[in-house]
């Protein structure tokens, strides 16, 4: 082997270094996760030199202007971005394949160049042809829109110090390799090295560059745990491909808030924005209907309406089946648990389905008085009224426990037109009187059981 390389061990989940192969990684417990890398650990002198000249600064001199952003075009990508594309960021962008990843990022290169802003679109995994194709499915696109098929990490690098384009777009991240680097693309080592050569880019040159990178098959980003904290911003973009929706989550941002989402939807032309996610996940909602409830949701600032429906049923085996779509699986046994206890229901022996309608998958507790009432209505084969809504979060004794923002979540059900808002009972005597709203507060899971029975009666 050359002077001054090594042959060393990753983790491809963690990114966990050893000198020698293990079944089980250290550091996330992972089993047969271990790969072999040979790296160069020979300092060069130029590296050196510039350790030499580095010079420490105090806080206090430290200068700071306000923070620009530069809009996408997009506004539920901005929303989740906290405000717009923020100088010199990192973001990387994961998700399914067939997801959406590549077109949602080619719409914000057609809206950027609509604005007269110089964006580079670098992909390695589609010729000019192919996305010139899908860039006539999208729409017209402006003059300052340019195009590079490139793997090569060098020349990558030199192009974009060469052009000095505000936005740079890089399809995919395991398709770029170095050639100073022994093993394949996609690969630890690859995967790092690419990161860090684009994040001196971004921070060097100020560029804002945008990382589409593939999930595994359990949903998160391939390669090196470290690619995630080495980014500013990781966006998810998550639904199933056979459905017409997609839900983008930013689960790291450096620049803003996690807890927003952004919902979208896909059509020919591409992916077009829901403004109204409330309205959108409650089309299509039967009417009288025993098992079928509408709770509220808080995700970031926005708040969203989404049916919970339950079907319970008498099992015909010794072991009750449950099954969750949409949301926690143990969370759902655990309500079904209160209810058995605290209201001698006999739910031990009947299978019990829950489903969050539309496909999305929340699991905030505020949602745990829709999914309890969802299953009394139908174990009783009761239906709750359809201009009823409902949200708050259900303990062990089955007390309904406060939740926050309650003023949003009673303005948004009162703009879609409910009549009737059952929530705990502290967050009651917060809020405004209203007179198109009922807001009925309860207690603990009894009486919010009570109201709904003799409201039928």
Known sequence: MAKGKATVFFCQDCGYESSKWMGQCPGCGGWNTFVEEVIDKSAPA???????????????????????????????????????????????????????????????????????????????????????????????????????CETNLDTIKEVISRTKSEIVVIDSIQTM???????????????????????????????????????????????????????????????????????????????????????????????????NPSEYMLSGKPEGASGSVVACSMEGTRPILLEIQALVCHS??????????????????????????????????????????????????AIDLGIVLAIVSSYKDVPIDEKTICFGEVGLSGEVRAVSMTAQRVQEAEKLGFTTCILPEVCKAGLKKNPN???????????????????EK
């Open 316 to 365: 015909n085996f010794g072991m009750p089946r449950r099954t969750a779509a949409g949301t926690d699986y143990n969370r759902v046994n655990l309500l079904m648990a209160v209810l058995e206890k605290r209201l001698g229901l006999s739910l031990s022996s009947c299978d019990a389905y829950v489903n969050i309608a539309g496909g999305i998958r929340m699991n905030e507790p």
């Open 46 to 148: 130029k590296v050196r030199k510039e350790a030499a000249k580095a010079e420490v600064v105090k806080i206090a001199d430290i200068k700071t202007g306000r923070e620009e952003r530069l809009t996408t075009g997009l506004k539920e990508l901005d929303r989740v971005l906290g405000g717009g594309i923020v100088k010199g960021s990192l973001v990387l962008v994961g998700g399914d394949p067939g997801i959406g990843k590549s077109t949602l990022l080619l719409q914000v290169c057609r809206n950027l160049s609509l604005q007269k802003t110089d964006v580079l679109y670098i992909s390695g995994e589609e010729s000019l042809q192919q996305i010139k194709i899908r860039a006539e499915r999208i729409g017209e696109f402006g003059d300052t829109l340019s195009l590079l």
């Open 437 to 455: 709203i009922n807001v009925v507060g309860v207690s603990n899971v009894q009486d919010a059981i009570r109201y709904i029975l003799s409201k």
């Open 177 to 275: 390799y170095n050639e100073n680097i022994t093993s394949a693309p996609g690969s630890v080592s690859q995967v790092r090295e690419a990161t860090g050569v684009l994040m001196q880019i971004a921070k060097g040159l100020g560029i804002s560059i945008f990382i589409v990178g593939h999930v595994t098959k359990e949903g998160v980003v391939a390669g090196p745990r470290v690619l995630e904290h080495m980014v500013d911003t990781v966006l998810y973009f998550e639904g199933d491909r056979h459905a017409a929706y997609r839900i983008l989550r930013g689960v790291k941002n450096r620049f803003g808030s996690t807890n927003e989402i952004g919902v979208f939807e896909m059509c020919n032309e591409g992916l077009r924005e829901v403004e």
